[in-house]
């Protein structure tokens, strides 16, 4: 997570060698493509050891899917929040800046909360997507997509929002510099959308055959494979449970 928050908001702050700042289209797609390149680089990396969540909203959202316990949930926010706020300390002890890519909104409250939603249910959706243990065509370009993803996120909100879309990425700047105005927005928006996002694939889209204890005991105790894997049927009702999926 600090890697992460150093590299996008390194992004933000940079200026080029006059000290002037970039063109406004520039520094969009810049920042843009660090946080896309970034959460791609370190989903590949270190995906296997810890999930790379790297976002309280995906976290969130894989809570919903039943995807992790509700200990991992709350363990895994409190990390990204405290990786978040020391990745923002070190890049405010260098920079010459005075914002720290603070994000703020250029629209009405209401519209940038619509936004922060909407951008992270797509975000959300592609991470569950192309994480779903039971498909075999995604393969190892799981981090691509949802680095793409990223991306893209930015490229809709980036100017309406900052493009929060990661609660941690707008709470470590914002308590550096002590500027909380409309935070609560960048916490509600992107939890919003991580939550729909796992109601849409889970019930709509790719239904997961689980009944109501079998996600219990996922939340209470996390799912049953060692990986995390999210295979979890009405075994009590006769489908086959994990163990007995085929493997792709």
């Known amino acids: 997570m ?5 590299i996008g908001i390194s992004a933000i702050v940079g200026k080029d060698k006059n000290g002037v700042h970039e063109e406004s289209i520039a520094q969009e797609l810049k920042v843009s493509l660090a946080f896309a390149l970034a959460i791609a680089t370190l989903a590949q990396s270190v995906g296997h050891i810890s999930g790379a969540h790297l976002n309280p909203a995906v976290t969130l959202g ?12 709350v363990c895994y926010i409190l990390a990204q929040m ?11 002890g260098y920079s010459r800046q005075h914002s720290l890519g603070v994000n703020k909104l250029n629209v009405t409250i209401g519209q940038g909360f619509v936004i922060e939603t909407l951008a992270t249910l797509q975000l959300v959706l592609c991470v569950i997507a192309v994480t779903d243990k039971r498909r075999g065509d995604v393969k190892g370009f799981a981090p691509l997509a949802i680095g793409l993803s990223v991306g893209l996120g930015h490229f809709a909100a980036i100017s309406f929002t900052g493009c929060g879309i990661n609660p941690a990425r707008s709470f470590g ?18 939890m919003c959308g991580g939550i729909a996002a796992s109601l849409i694939y889970d019930f709509l889209l790719y239904p997961r055959l689980a009944n109501l204890r079998t996600r219990k005991n996922v939340l209470l105790h996390g799912p049953e494979d060692e990986n995390d894997a999210v295979e979890e049927t009405a075994e009590d009702n006769g489908s086959p449970g994990p163990s007995q999926w ?3």
């Open 82 to 92: 405290l990786g978040a706020v020391a990745a923002s300390a070190i890049v405010n």
């Open 2 to 6: 600090l890697l992460f928050i150093f």
């Open 246 to 248: 085929p493997k792709q």
């Open 62 to 73: 894989l809570l919903v899917s039943c995807q992790i316990s509700a200990l991992r949930c």
């Open 173 to 190: 700047p914002a308590l550096i510099r002590g500027e909380m105005e409309n935070h609560w927005v960048y916490w509600l928006g992107p």
